[in-house]
């Protein structure tokens, strides 16, 4: 019998537990993009692939010209090394990491176009539109094969609002307003990258207390809510080591690549915790900066004038003479309030938006 308990015990510690693995899913990926930054900035460099700035936008972002771009490439494949090695390969993870990576190559193309035309105008919205749409209906597919549930958890309500096949059209809006909102606000040093990362981790903690509830029961929690997990981990870890290099002044941007990447995860992690509506807080800053750009659209076609002295909204702080950390750091600040917020309404109607159990009469 205690030779039997001792080969159970060194079985046990030859698999790390769900939430070691949750952290060591960050340490690599931090470590690989702390390592690799300095020879991929430089890889950049010798290949000359660096940023043109746009002629209309703020005066002082001249200097950045020829910057290295195409950073986003360096803490999606840490977060994507780390999560593979980690990963047990659940449907729900890998759907999200099919939008992470999906979102990001349209990003990539758009980035090689930029470059090879050498102006700041790349792949034309029609065909990232077009590109979306293939992504949300592979989503939705791989969404389907996991039993992903097709309603939507209104907070205090104690209600679950059936959508059908409107779930799927939600799908695409969720993707593709996640994924160009952290496109628009990915313009100052360390911007996205740092409300990406506190945005992540309101995620990770969400797959996380949702494992912890899914049963008393260690041994028979939920492994899809340990990989989402671990997924989030993994790009937090990422991000973190480009942040490292992406502070003012930055020394490599991230470009259509990591924003459209991390919008991609964010809007993953959303569908795949049926957490759909409280996207609206998590990722409040990119909404803020994405409605900063249709109020000025609008208002300048309709009435030809000027709500924001530049758009998206961080630049009007520019041009009221705010410095670019200060400007990221109220930012952070901002994202962290409304993450919380949406970190405590998800805990205090957990029961609406636990897709593991049905709703108690």
């Not at 313009?187 to 903690?205: C, E, P, Q, V």
């Not at 009435?303 to 041009?319: G, Q, Y």
Request: proline share 4%.
């Amino acid at each position: 019998m205690s030779v039997y308990l001792a080969a159970s015990a060194l079985e046990d510690l030859s698999l790390p537990s769900p939430m070691v693995r949750v952290i060591l899913a960050s340490i690599l990926a931090l470590a690989i993009s702390i390592f690799a930054g300095p020879r991929f900035i430089a890889f950049l460099r010798n290949h000359d692939v660096g940023q043109h700035i746009r002629e209309e936008g703020p005066a002082g972002h001249v200097v950045k010209q020829g910057t290295p771009v195409m950073g986003g490439v360096l803490f999606l494949v840490a977060a994507a090394v780390s999560f593979l090695v980690f990963s047990e390969y659940t449907t729900q993870a890998l759907t999200v990491f099919f939008i992470m990576l999906t979102c990001a190559g349209i990003g990539f193309v758009d980035d090689l176009m930029k470059l090879r035309h050498r102006r700041s105008l790349g792949l034309a919205g029609r065909w990232k539109m077009v590109f979306l749409v293939l992504i949300t209906v592979g989503a939705g597919y791989l969404a389907q094969r996991a039993g992903q549930p097709t309603w939507l958890a209104i907070p205090f309500t104690h209600t679950r609002l059936q959508l059908g096949l409107l779930w799927y059209v939600l799908l695409f809006f969720i993707i593709a307003g996640a994924a160009n909102g952290v496109n628009l606000t990915d313009g100052l040093d360390g911007l996205a990258a740092g409300t990406g990362i506190i945005a992540t981790f309101t995620f990770l903690s969400i797959a996380v207390v949702a494992y912890v509830r899914s049963s008393p029961n260690p041994g028979l929690r939920e492994p899809r809510l340990v990989d989402l997990a671990i997924l989030a981990a993994a790009l937090i870890g990422g991000l973190i080591g480009f942040l490292w290099y992406n502070t003012f002044p930055a020394d490599v941007f991230m470009g259509d690549t990591g924003s459209m990447g991390i919008g991609g995860a964010l809007a993953g992690f959303a569908i795949m915790t049926k957490t759909e509506l409280l996207l609206l807080l998590v990722a409040g800053i990119f909404l803020i900066e994405a409605l900063s750009v249709m109020i000025q659209v609008f208002s300048f076609r309709l009435f030809k004038r000027r709500v924001f002295l530049m758009a998206p909204i961080h630049h009007h702080f520019e041009m009221k003479a705010w410095s670019e950390t200060k400007i990221m750091v109220r930012f952070w600040i901002l994202c962290g309030i409304l993450c919380a917020l949406a970190f405590a309404l998800y805990y205090r109607s957990f029961i609406v938006f636990n897709f593991l159990r049905p709703l108690p009469k």
